[in-house]
């Protein structure tokens, strides 16, 4: 059997897609940490492009960037598929877990920016969740997914735990508001209480002084 290694970081929930994607399909791995700040020659020979992490090392092949690895895992191994049998869910699926990828961004924006520009991330980010509560989650849906997780809930997986740090952090409140989010904030609940995403969340604490460090460092580095 070819072995299987991930090259990662420990609070980056780009990381935590991959690793969750193995652990729903019962894969066992070699978890490798990346030091960015150096970035290995492992990580060089395996991501020459980029230069990032995830990086899912399957025998010697390379797979690259967490949603690509997530279905590479899908269509390896079929145990527990993320993705539907159904050609028109598998594309709604795509389609949504792309929509997240393309908008997440502004998020992003809302943790390392400060003033208007984070102004006009908070707007965007707000958009962003309304489509995906009005849109994405079925009424009835336990998870994106139905009952079971699929694609669209490791894609969407980050605001489960990071959101929550990133709001504390900030001051702002965005996903955390039951009145105008309540198909989402039940899908967290849900989502969290799955044992597999509640064995392989990082620690709340070391995260929040992390990302609390990191976003003092690039606010500092900004113009």
């Known amino acids: ?19 969750w994607a193995l652990k729903l399909k019962g894969i066992n791995f070699e978890y490798i940490d990346e030091d960015m ?16 992490v995830p990086v899912l090392i399957h025998g010697d092949k390379p797979v690259c960037e967490s949603m690509v690895i997530v279905e590479y895992i899908d269509e390896t191994w079929q145990l527990n598929p993320l ?8 594309a709604m699926a795509r389609f949504w877990a792309k929509y997240i990828e393309e908008k997440s961004n ?17 707007k965007e980010s ?24 699929g694609l669209v809930d ?9 959101m929550d740090i990133i709001e504390e952090i900030v001051g702002v409140k965005l996903l955390d508001d039951p009145h105008n ?4 904030n039940t899908w967290i609940k849900n989502f969290k209480q799955v044992q597999v995403i509640k064995d392989n969340l990082p ?21």
């Not at 070819?2 to 980056?12: A, R």
């Not at 502004?106 to 908070?122: D, L, M, P, R, Y």
Request: charged content about 25%; glycine content about 6%.
């Open 83 to 90: 993705l539907s049998a159904d050609p028109y869910d598998r």
């Open 1 to 19: 059997m070819e072995t299987v290694k991930l090259i990662g970081t420990p609070f980056s929930f780009f990381t935590y897609r991959v690793i």
């Open 203 to 223: 620690n709340r604490d070391e995260m929040f002084m992390y990302m609390k460090n990191a976003r003092e460092k690039m606010l500092l580095a900004s113009p």
């Open 106 to 122: 502004s998020t992003w924006n809302v943790f390392c920016s400060s003033g208007e520009k984070q102004q006009n991330a908070i």
């Open 126 to 149: 707000l958009e962003m969740l309304k489509t995906i509560e009005e849109n994405a989650l079925g009424e009835n849906n336990k998870l994106f997914g139905g009952e079971n997780i």
């Open 154 to 162: 490791i894609a969407f997986g980050g605001f489960a735990h990071w």
């Open 181 to 184: 989010f309540p198909r989402l």
């Open 37 to 52: 700040s150096r970035k290995s020659p492992l990580l060089m020979k395996y991501n020459p492009i980029h230069k990032k």
